[in-house]
């Protein structure tokens, strides 16, 4: 159980394009999911938190116009990064917490590997 | 905020036992957890402990906590080679608004 999984897995686009990512619960139901960065060899990097039916919540100094999040049901989030960058490549990972979880843990999908040439 | 923090690099021999440590700096922080993660992966939730208790086993997998130096370790048993991942620590409690903090990760490497 508390599978999450993320599409596309990998993605290459050209700058100036936006890229979409989904993020889905398979088995539960998330009332929250979080927006994740990983630059190589480093921790995680909280983006944005987003809850069912309501705007998200960034992290200070990631730009909510540029990476856009939708959080429509309780089992899909997706992450839009519009306009993109060279910069902005990196591995995104999303994850998601239950409605029932009495322990807050997190699930995180496998990531997004997004390049930009 | 909540700081956390790990040894970067674990090397341990196959059979033997692995241990990661953590240190975190919110005495408030209500749950701790260890994720892994493999190359190119996501996080797994290889377990949790809640801070009442002082150890927590699954299997291979023994966390203790100790509340008082806000230390926490996660000793694997018999390490194999699958076991070779980068484990990182995380703790929820309010000090960063009740979102995980997590560690820089620990590099755990296998060797025969």
């Known amino acids: 159980g508390a599978v999450v999984s993320q599409h596309p897995s990998w993605v290459i686009c050209k700058s100036g394009t936006s890229v979409k990512i989904e993020c889905r619960s398979l088995?539960?139901?998330?009332?929250?999911m979080f927006w994740y960065r990983q630059f190589p060899k480093q921790s995680l990097m909280l983006m944005a938190t987003s809850n069912e039916g309501s705007k998200a919540t960034y992290e200070q100094g990631v730009e909510k116009d540029k990476f856009l999040i939708n959080h429509a049901s309780l089992t899909l989030s997706t992450l839009t990064v519009t306009s993109a960058h060279p910069e902005d490549s990196s591995f995104y990972i999303c994850s998601a917490r239950s409605v029932y979880s009495e322990s807050y843990e997190q699930y995180f999908g496998p990531g997004t590997r997004l390049t930009v040439t | 905020g909540e700081d956390v923090e790990q040894s970067l690099f674990l090397s341990v021999r196959e059979g033997d036992s692995s241990v990661i440590n953590c240190t975190y700096t919110?005495?408030?922080?209500?749950?701790l957890y260890w994720y892994k993660q493999e190359p190119g992966a996501g996080l797994q939730l290889l377990t949790y402990i809640f801070s009442n208790m002082d150890m927590k086993q699954d299997q291979r997998l023994t966390v203790l906590l100790n509340k008082k130096d806000k230390h926490l370790s996660l000793r694997i048993a018999d390490t194999q080679t699958g076991d070779s991942a980068i484990y990182f620590c995380a703790a929820y409690g309010p000090s960063n608004d009740y979102k995980l903090s997590f560690g820089a990760g620990t590099t755990v490497t296998v060797r025969a």
């Open positions: 919110d005495s408030s922080s209500t749950y």
């Open positions: 088995d539960f139901q998330a009332t929250t």
